[in-house]
């Protein structure tokens, strides 16, 4: 099977996704903030490019307006997210080339294409993983480092890079470039355009093994669901917002179907959902009071050491209950590990609601313990 990282990324976030772009081959438009992702890439590689002198801050400049301005005509977008966008490209592009000066650095390589051969010595078949790098330096000695450019906000923390496999692969990518390369001299940084930070990682032989491993689970897990016909299940997430196969989605076909349905039904499920979410909201205010309640009712029986107390409609009894707590970001980490984590992910024993209202979440009605 021949794969990359993103689509690789793309399935662990949702495998519906992933059938719709991968299988199904059904292409979806990019988004603002993808083309001002690209664009930006786009500006740096240029940056760095000797040809023969590297070009000047403004150089840089122009071309991103150029850019922008043939781009931003293909999409759908408002005259006050186009100054923003334009705004925050010229900031992140003029920042970047103030603490960044491309006469500074041994580029080695820009946009690096690498393809890696993963074997799978269980089903006797060896896997293709290409993957591009924006940059590859080297530094002092036989010190490498890649860079991986980043326009989102959102930084990971240093535990979740050490994980990433974006950056494992990447590091796979340039030893079988250059096979000289030893793995302890190789840093793997992403540099995050917005806040002009820099947070940087490593791996050893034995991350990198397991990176393989993981690999071959996954694309196992893709082959199974292909060959057994089993479903692609969506996986809702923040990063919804900016998926092109929204209008496809299951869950999010009723929303594209209110703006055209005529149907009078339609009126009638509103209705019902409004009902549902004010009793939602009814019955979190009253959690939260039963909540209050048993606090009290449980200091009073401490301060008179007693077990049972009794009202004028019934009694309270106070149980001590042994309850197991599960660390859900250990147990997904062994699992994604062994490539079973979206497999046991869309196992469900029971089917809950989930509201959303204003943006607020809803979860399910719990019981006070010991009432």
Same mark, same amino acid.
């Given at each position: 099977?021949?794969?990359?990282?993103s689509?690789?990324?793309?399935?662990q976030?949702?495998? *519906?996704?992933?059938?719709?772009q991968?299988?199904?081959r059904?292409?979806?438009?990019?988004?603002p903030?993808?083309? @001002?992702?690209n664009?930006?890439?786009?500006?740096l590689k240029?940056?760095?490019?000797?040809?023969p *002198?590297?070009p000047?801050?403004?150089?840089?400049?122009?071309r991103?307006?150029?850019?922008?301005?043939e781009?931003?005509?293909?999409i759908?977008?408002?005259?006050?997210?186009?100054?923003?966008?334009a705004?925050?490209?010229v900031?992140?592009l003029?920042?970047f080339y103030?603490?960044?000066?491309?006469?500074n650095?041994?580029?080695?390589? *820009?946009?690096?294409r690498?393809e890696?051969?993963?074997?799978?010595?269980?089903?006797g078949?060896?896997?293709?993983?290409?993957?591009i790098?924006?940059?590859?330096?080297k530094?002092?000695?036989?010190?490498?480092?890649i860079?991986?450019?980043?326009?989102s906000?959102?930084?990971?923390?240093q535990e &979740?890079?050490?994980n990433?496999l974006?950056?494992s692969i990447?590091?796979l990518?340039?030893?079988?470039?250059?096979?000289?390369?030893?793995?302890? &001299?190789v840093?793997?940084? *992403?540099?995050?355009?917005?806040?002009?930070e820099?947070i940087?990682?490593s791996?050893?032989?034995?991350?990198?093994?397991?990176?393989?491993?993981?690999?071959?689970?996954l694309i196992?897990?893709?082959k199974?669901?292909?060959?057994?016909?089993?479903?692609?299940?969506?996986?809702p997430?923040?990063?919804?917002?900016w998926?092109?196969y929204?209008?496809?989605?299951?869950m999010?076909k009723h929303?594209?179907?209110?703006?055209?349905?005529?149907?009078?039904?339609q &009126?009638?499920?509103?209705?019902?959902?409004?009902?549902?979410l004010k009793?939602?909201?009814q019955?979190?205010?009253?959690?939260?009071r039963?909540?209050?309640l048993?606090? @009290?009712?449980?200091d009073?029986?401490?301060?008179e050491? #007693?077990e049972? #107390?009794?009202?004028e409609?019934?009694?309270l009894?106070?149980?001590?209950q042994?309850r197991l707590?599960y660390?859900m970001?250990k147990?997904r980490?062994?699992?994604?590990e062994l490539?079973?984590?979206?497999? #046991?992910?869309?196992?469900?024993? @029971?089917?809950?609601l989930?509201?959303?209202?204003?943006?607020?979440?809803?979860?399910?009605l719990?019981?006070p313990?010991?009432?």
């Open positions: 099977m021949r794969t990359s990282y689509s690789l990324n793309t399935y976030q949702c495998p *519906l996704k992933y059938k719709f991968e299988i199904d059904i292409k979806a438009a990019k988004g903030e993808a083309i @001002f992702g664009i930006i890439h786009n500006c240029f940056m760095f490019e000797r040809t *002198l590297y000047a801050s403004d150089e840089i400049i122009d991103f307006w150029l850019l922008w301005g781009r931003k005509s293909k759908e977008i408002s005259l006050e997210e186009d100054k923003a966008y705004e925050e490209g900031l992140i003029k920042k103030k603490h960044n000066q491309p006469w650095f041994n580029v080695l390589d *820009l946009e690096s690498f890696i051969l993963i074997p799978d010595s269980d089903a078949e060896n896997h293709i993983l290409a993957g790098i924006d940059r590859v330096d530094n002092n000695g036989d010190a490498y480092e860079i991986d450019y980043k326009t906000r959102r930084m990971p923390s &979740n890079l050490d990433d974006q950056m990447y590091h990518g340039i030893i079988k470039r250059w096979p000289h390369i030893r793995p302890e &001299n840093k793997l940084s *992403l540099y995050f355009l917005k806040h002009g820099k940087t990682t791996r050893s032989e034995e991350n990198l093994e397991k990176t393989k491993k993981f690999i071959v689970g196992n897990e893709i199974n669901r292909i060959q057994n016909n089993c479903d692609f299940p969506a996986f997430s923040p990063l919804c917002g998926c092109g929204k209008p496809l989605c299951p999010w929303e594209y179907q209110k703006s055209t349905s005529q149907k009078a039904d &009126n009638e499920i509103e209705k019902i959902i409004k009902e549902y009793l939602k909201e019955n979190n205010q009253n959690d939260k039963l909540t209050e048993q606090a @009290f009712i449980y009073f029986m401490d301060s050491g #007693v049972r #107390v009794f009202g409609n019934g009694y009894t106070k149980i001590l042994e707590v660390d970001k147990i980490q062994i699992l994604e490539g079973k984590w979206n497999e #046991v992910a869309k196992k469900k024993q @029971f089917t809950v989930k509201a959303n209202k204003n943006k607020k979440p809803y979860s399910p719990q019981l313990a010991g009432a």
